[in-house]
């Protein structure tokens, strides 16, 4: 099994793959990673930073969700769609 990390990057839980573009979206913590996904160590674009806005992490907190998941389940969908 392969293995994918950065240092310094952390909650890696989102995945999106787009076969017609051939990348391995990986979102982390306010951090996006499009990859190679027959070698998922070679980065086929630089790391982009993507934080969350703050009125969603706003109500990400009014939910009672953790600060932190919003930062990730806000960023690669968000991505995608601006792209």
């Not at 979206?25 to 951090?31: N, P, Q, S």
């Not at 499009?34 to 703050?54: G, H, T, Y």
């Not at 600060?67 to 960023?75: A, E, F, S, Y």
């Amino acid at each position: 099994m392969a293995r994918f990390s950065v240092q310094g990057v952390f909650n890696y839980s989102m995945l999106t793959l787009s076969d017609h573009e051939r990348v391995l979206y990986v979102g982390a913590r306010e951090t996006l990673f499009a990859l190679d996904p027959n070698n998922i160590n070679r980065q086929l674009r630089p790391q982009m930073e993507w934080p969350a806005p703050q009125d969603k992490k706003r109500e990400c907190v009014a939910k009672g969700k953790n600060n932190q998941v919003t930062r990730i389940l806000w960023g690669l969908p968000a991505f995608l769609q601006a792209t």
